[in-house]
């Protein structure tokens, strides 16, 4: 037999096992062929050899010799082997034969020891055994020599394991009816699947995914995975077949197909569901940007898949010596000329006008100054690229930080920051003057019934639903900061319901029997029906009642005895037997003392609390407020307002507006009355020219606050949870006596912190987040 062509070598080469396993295969043998003695030494001093990070200067001597006798046993071997199989073709003989295999066994142990060697030694020797200096092509050339010797070597064991197949059948043809029986099964499988399993995934969907309740992430990614199950059924038996046809001793090397099947066909599955990913996910761009999207991504993943097939079947037929690592090298070279020609492709869109009119750091500038340069304009591509993938990759990744309220919280901080290094609050206008009275409606509009009704609390609107909207009897607290739009959700509610009727409350400041006075009235009875007639009128009523009571923190107060109103009012609901429900919006101030003197002994059906509003809720509230139907509307020009990090793909007006809005948020803490007040605070108009403009505003600050003694904090408490109240009231709460009282509410009003309707004094809107600020802080109310 002559000598086999190289490319062919390589094909041969992969329907082999290694020598252990080919020689064990063979029952005929008397003898089992040994590696040599020199062969057996080097591959124990090497096993023997310290990892890389704990060698010492002596093992990496001990490694250079190793590497240079193993070099020097694989040139004399090969020699050897060259020999031992042309004799082999002229004589055929068993000793022969023998020889030959310790000789392709010996060789086989010295390359995996020089893989191993090649591992530890240095760099500079790995580089020139590897690279393509004469060192590298000497070494090239010995590989390729002694792969075509294998490949001899193969065919001829592959013929002696045949005839050895072949006398097994006439003996026993058991073995192979068995496999044949196994493989009959994978057919079945396989074509049952294929005729039910559009049917399956069918009845899959209705049941695990057209449900009320969304799917878990395992019933989606099963759903997903399940477009492609053709092809995968498909792999999975070619893979078993693969398996049991390699059990028979001669088609042991049917397994290795399965390195062909698993990276074609598993790589074109895995191609399949990258582009509909990427296709999906690319909805909002043009379909000229979406078409070169999915052919790039087609270059590289069909360039993957190939280096795979190449790679891996290179390292199991010739090892990690020289040819791997020039294929190695040449694959790099190719991966290199693929992402020259896309990004050739992305060069239109890269450059265009939008991407060009950025701020650019100085580095990008440069590269869209070289797009056109010979010689630069590749570089230039990358370059842009690389600002691009790097800047949309920031923008993604604050874009999910954001969703989380303590890194908004601490943006919005170090905005605020940067905002006071400036020091100028006015502007360097200073024909500006704050508007004040009505006008500042004229341009904020006021909250109406009509007002664009902000997408917030959907979560507790829901939880309230089940309760509320059923047919049975439920008693349910709504509870949140004065302020953050508990009255908008009851209206809400009440506007939902159609199985009771509404009643809207809204609890007066003298308390319980007011409040009895106007359900009386909402009820149809006199205005002074008494408790019992009340009581009796919802007992014998044929219709159900959905009652919202607002501010029913009014019927609290924070003393012992405090909670008479509260009790009451609930003890007579509860006793209506029939199915009334009943809300009650209490602030968290108020809450917190009611559960803290009743506990458990106060049961509801449901207590639920509402979240402050997210940075974007408080900014579509304060556009919806812009009036934008005047002459003159709210301007943000000038408004000097630092920039930030997801901040880069907007005009320098939309920029200084959601600059301000988070300013708002961030200081209202998510109080949206709060942010409408602050915002109304803000507004300039131009004595010259009448134009409106925002400049920072104020925000009060006060250092005796902080330092105030703790039974003049307690007065403020009293009259935060109070909402309103009289220098009696506070005096029974605080446990001070009136005149002490009267001089520290003359103390607060001196400074603006409260006001007063008539004879009741109230936290003023301006100082009510410092107060509620400093009160928290102080460990004295929970906002």
């Known amino acids: 037999m002559g000598r086999i062509h190289p490319i062919l070598c390589i094909l041969l080469i992969t329907f082999s096992f290694t020598a252990q396993a080919e020689w064990e295969s063979m029952p005929t043998a008397k003898k089992q062929p040994e590696i040599s003695s020199e062969a057996q030494r080097i591959a124990e001093d090497v096993s023997a050899l310290p990892d890389p990070l704990f060698m010492s200067d002596n093992d990496r001597s001990k490694v250079d010799e190793l590497l240079s006798a193993t070099l020097y046993q694989i040139d004399h071997g090969t020699t050897q082997f060259d020999q031992s199989l042309s004799k082999y073709r002229r004589m055929e003989g068993k000793a022969v034969w023998f020889e030959t295999q310790e000789y392709y066994l010996s060789l086989h142990s010295f390359s995996e020891s020089k893989q191993q060697l090649l591992k530890l030694a240095n760099s500079n020797i790995f580089h020139k055994l590897t690279g393509f200096g004469p060192y590298g092509v000497t070494q090239f050339k010995s590989e390729l020599h002694l792969t075509q010797l294998n490949a001899q070597y193969l065919i001829f064991f592959q013929y002696q394991s045949f005839k050895a197949f072949l006398i097994d059948l006439t003996i026993s043809p058991v073995p192979v009816i068995v496999m044949l029986v196994k493989l009959f099964l994978v057919y079945l499988g396989l074509s049952w699947w294929l005729r039910n399993s559009s049917d399956i995934i069918k009845q899959f969907r209705k049941a695990k995914l ?72 690319s909805r909002s761009t043009t379909k000229e940007m979406t078409a070169i999207r999915l052919s790039s991504i087609r270059y590289y993943v069909w360039s993957a898949i190939g280096a795979g097939v190449i790679l891996q079947m290179t390292k199991t037929t010739i090892g990690e010596g020289t040819i791997y690592h020039w294929v190695s090298s040449l694959l790099s070279l190719w991966f290199l000329l693929i992402t020259v020609v896309v990004l050739r492709k ?73 905002v006071a290094k400036q020091g100028d609050n006015g502007g360097q206008n200073t024909n500006l003057v704050q508007l ?58 009440l506007y939902r319901v159609n199985n009771a009727q509404p009643i809207y409350l809204n609890c007066p400041n003298a308390g319980y029997n007011e409040l009895m006075s106007e359900l ?24 159900s009642y959905l009652i919202a009571v607002d501010n029913a923190q009014r019927l609290v107060k924070p003393m012992v005895g405090g909670l008479v109103g509260l009790m009451k009012f609930t003890n007579l609901m509860r006793r209506s037997k029939k199915n009334h429900r009943i809300m009650m919006a209490i602030e968290k101030s108020s ?62 007006e939309e920029r200084a507006r959601q600059g301000f809005y988070r ?121």
């Open 210 to 281: 057209e449900t009320t309740t969304p799917p878990s992430l395992l019933i989606r990614f099963i759903w997903y995975i399940s477009k492609a199950n053709r092809p995968i059924a498909w792999l999975i038996a070619i893979t078993v077949s693969l398996d049991i046809l390699a059990t028979l001793q001669s088609l042991q090397h049917v397994k290795f197909l399965g390195i062909f099947t698993w990276w074609v066909l598993g790589g074109s599955i895995a191609v399949k569901f990258i582009l509909e990913f990427a296709y999906r996910n």
């Open 591 to 652: 809450w917190r003392f009611v559960d803290r003197a009743r506990g458990e002994r106060l049961l509801f059906d449901l207590v639920t609390f509402m979240p402050r509003w997210t940075e974007s809720q408080i900014s579509e509230l304060l556009d919806s407020r812009l009036n934008h139907d005047i002459e003159n509307p709210v301007s943000f020009d000038d408004l000097n307002l630092p920039k930030q990090w997801d901040q880069d793909d907007i005009s320098e």
């Open 436 to 493: 004040k009275g009505d006008d500042i409606f004229n341009y904020i509009l006021p909250g109406k019934e009509d007002s664009k009704l902000i997408g917030y609390a959907s979560d507790e609107i829901k939880q309230l639903s089940k309760y509320i909207l059923s047919d049975s009897p439920a008693m349910c607290v709504i509870s949140g900061e004065r302020g953050i739009g508990t009255t908008t959700l009851l209206k809400q509610i």
């Open 663 to 783: 300013i708002l948020w961030h200081y209202s803490d998510g109080n949206p009355t709060v942010a409408l007040r602050f915002f109304r605070l803000s507004l300039r108009q131009d004595q010259k020219t009448g134009k409106v403009v925002v400049r920072l505003f104020q925000a009060p600050e006060s250092e005796e606050l902080e330092k105030m003694p703790k039974p003049m904090l307690a007065i403020l408490r009293s009259i935060v949870q109070l909402e309103v109240s009289t220098p009696e009231e506070l005096s029974e709460c605080t446990q001070l006596t009136i005149p002490e009282v009267i001089g520290t509410l003359r103390y607060f009003e001196s400074r603006n912190y409260i006001e007063w309707s008539g004879d009741k004094a109230k936290i003023s809107d301006h100082w009510y987040r410092y107060i509620t600020n400093a009160l928290h802080r102080q460990h004295l109310l929970v906002k």
């Open 520 to 543: 009386a009235e909402q009820l149809g009875l006199d205005k002074e029906s008494s408790d019992i007639q009340i009581l009796a009128y919802l007992r014998k009523s044929e219709t």
């Open 346 to 418: 992305w060069k239109p869109y890269v450059f265009s006008e939008t991407n060009q009119n950025m701020d650019h750091p100085v580095w990008a500038q440069w590269a869209i100054n070289k797009k056109d340069s010979f010689g630069l304009s590749t570089i230039s591509v990358f370059i842009m690229t690389f600002w691009l993938i790097s800047r949309n990759l920031k923008q993604f990744v604050i874009a999910i930080l954001s969703q989380y309220a303590f890194f908004s919280q601490a943006l919005a901080y170090l905005f605020r920051i940067e």
